[in-house]
């Protein structure tokens, strides 16, 4: 799988958008973008995914480069709820069967009031 | 569904001891992961399972740990004898081949 590389930290306004950024340079062709967020004391929740379109639904947006080689997680309006450890995963397409998510470091948002 | 039921919450046992992590995954899902995750090194994969066949055990850090999923919807992850060093939150998660994972609230292990 391409590794992906994330700042260890970022903190955001709370109502402001919060942009974490992720980059995947070594990315293939099948590989899909995924992103998980960790809440303090929970397990990684699923947030989004996408292979080269943007994508959009009721948590989050993905904006992915023209080359993939990097993308951006947006929160539109952060709250303090979204203060989590946010992990950028690739793998491969729904077609290459069962491989499992391997998680990295992520980015620590802090989102302050 | 009530999603991925792990047990217990939290275990404290003493250094060689065994001890028993337990998981019931979502219903219908055919894939079951087990993951450890410490300060120091984050998250990792222990072993996953595809419709109850494990998969890959690479992940497994010693013969002290080992996984079983006798059937589609119970796994478990024992370790025997315990040390400190394997003190950290244990996570199951489950999916449905290739579609999005959902993890339990996992199982602080405390070993003294």
């Known amino acids: 799988d391409a590794k992906t590389t994330q700042p260890p930290s970022m903190d955001c306004a709370e109502g402001r958008a919060a942009n974490l950024p992720c980059n995947h340079s070594?990315?293939?062709?099948?590989?899909?973008v995924y992103w998980y967020r960790q809440i303090h004391s929970q397990g990684p929740q699923y947030i989004i995914h996408g292979l080269k379109n943007n994508e959009t639904n009721e948590m989050a947006s993905l904006i992915i480069t023209e080359d993939r080689k990097s993308s951006t997680l947006i929160l539109p309006h952060a709250t303090l709820r979204d203060t989590a450890v946010y992990y950028c995963i690739v793998r491969p397409t729904l077609s290459s069967g069962n491989t499992p998510l391997v998680f990295g470091k992520g980015t620590r948002l802090s989102v302050i009031a | 569904d009530a999603g991925v039921i792990q047990s217990p919450r939290h275990e404290v046992t003493e250094m060689g001891q065994e001890v028993t992590l337990r998981c019931k995954p979502i219903s219908g899902h055919n894939s079951l992961f087990w993951y450890r995750q410490t300060m120091m090194r984050g998250l990792e994969l222990l072993i996953y399972f595809n419709n109850n066949v494990p998969i890959d055990d690479s992940g497994m850090p010693e013969d002290r740990f080992s996984a079983k999923m006798p059937n589609a919807s119970f796994s478990t992850l024992k370790i025997q004898p315990s040390e400190p060093r394997d003190s950290a939150v244990y996570f199951c998660a489950s999916r449905i081949r290739g579609e999005k994972l959902f993890f339990g609230s996992g199982t602080q292990l405390s070993v003294l």
């Open positions: 070594t990315i293939s062709g099948n590989e899909y």
